[in-house]
């Protein structure tokens, strides 16, 4: 089959967990031989352009693991971003004639809509609900929620990634959609040597959170929640904003008031997987998440993770992680406490994990489902 790719920032890149879910699919797509075409964003990672890949950071289309990749022209200001790459990305595949465009996240879908009317077949995947996320203004979460309608009223099919989220486009918009979350494969642990060098860190000596410095990532809640620990561990906070400086300064402000607290920036290669291989616990504190591929990282590392209540994180990790009620300082508080002081339920979700997380996931089957449903096949509920 021909198929092409919007609405991720680039790869190969972890800017999101987007850029991995297309990078999975993209080139295990074409290692079984489809012709596939990628349309990054031209510019810079948005960590900052000392985290570009060299790849990447070219304007000039490249081979990426027989991945044919094109960059295309990109209005680099907040919100106009994703518009601007998704309809020159749009324009493009058209001209190309694909058997199939798939689309990722909300935003991009608007121009899905143009594909649409080409008579082209279309896949959307939506993430989650970007439009509720707290760092865009009134006009971006308009915009995003048009994209949203529009995957629901043109696409010929819609991928979700939860229940909870099934649930709610046929509620809202009474379209059926394809539950197909995301894979994940075992990780290898690596023993602790950069981040020892750097930052004095040692195997179980810390918590983590690793993933972008959003509001909806609560992690003002996991800081005030850390702050009331009588523990010698540290807290490590592991990730780059994505168009939210204010929140960011907010969190370096909150985090310089306890010397246990270490901010590491944007993380990748050997650094991020010393980080996962070696922590005590994995936080993720969200409010609101689509699937989030940190949670299947850490667990694929075989660590013991805690996560809010929220469907998104619950459906993923069942018994198999702690918990605790959204929004809650206090409470996560208490299920910190909890696992510091008991080590043997912390070794005990650390022996489950990997098993539990890569047996539930496999980015094999998810390919076999989506590719099914490029060709017509109907597959998931």
Not at 140 to 159: H, Q
Not at 221 to 236: H, N, Q, R, S
Request: net charge neutral; aromatic share 10%.
């Amino acid at each position: 089959m021909r198929i092409a790719f919007i609405g991720h920032k680039r790869i190969p890149s972890r800017e999101g967990g987007v850029e991995i879910v297309v990078d999975e699919l993209s080139t295990r797509m074409s290692a079984r031989g489809n012709r596939v075409v990628v349309y990054n964003r031209k510019g810079h990672n948005v960590a900052g352009a000392e985290f570009d890949d060299v790849v990447n950071a070219s304007d000039k289309p490249f081979s990426y693991q027989g991945v044919h990749v094109v960059p295309v022209t990109t209005f680099d200001a907040k919100g106009m971003a994703a518009l601007s790459s998704s309809f020159f990305a749009t324009l493009k595949a058209i001209a190309a004639k694909p058997d199939v465009i798939h689309y990722h996240a909300e935003g991009p879908c608007v121009m899905l809509r143009l594909a649409h009317w080409a008579g082209i077949r279309t896949v959307a995947t939506i993430h989650g609900l970007d439009w509720q996320r707290a760092k865009w203004g009134r006009f971006a979460s308009t915009y995003l929620k048009f994209g949203e309608r529009t995957a629901a009223k043109c696409a010929d099919e819609v991928i979700v990634l939860s229940r909870n989220m099934q649930e709610y486009f046929k509620n809202t918009y009474e379209r059926d959609t394809r539950f197909i979350p995301n894979g994940i494969e075992r990780k290898q642990l690596v023993t602790a040597q950069e981040i020892t060098s750097e930052y004095g860190l040692h195997k179980d000596d810390y918590i983590l959170f690793l993933g972008r410095i959003v509001p909806e990532k609560g992690v003002h809640y996991l800081i005030d929640a850390f702050g009331k620990l009588d523990t010698d561990k540290k807290l490590v906070i592991a990730g780059g904003s994505s168009d939210s400086t204010e929140y960011y300064e907010q969190v370096k402000q909150m985090a310089a008031q306890d010397p246990r607290i270490i901010l590491t920036g944007f993380v990748q290669g050997r650094m991020l997987q010393e980080l996962y291989s070696n922590a005590y616990i994995y936080v993720l504190p969200s409010d609101l998440e689509g699937m989030p591929m940190s949670l299947l990282e850490a667990m694929s590392y075989g660590n013991c993770c805690l996560t809010s209540d929220i469907a998104e994180c619950t459906e993923v990790v069942e018994d198999k992680a702690a918990s605790f009620a959204h929004g809650s300082a206090d409470a996560l508080y208490k299920a910190l406490n909890e696992l510091i002081r008991h080590p043997q339920k912390v070794q005990k979700y650390k022996n489950e994990a990997a098993d539990f997380i890569t047996g539930k996931y496999s980015w094999d089957s998810v390919v076999d489902q989506t590719l099914a449903l490029y060709k017509g096949e109907k597959v998931g509920e």
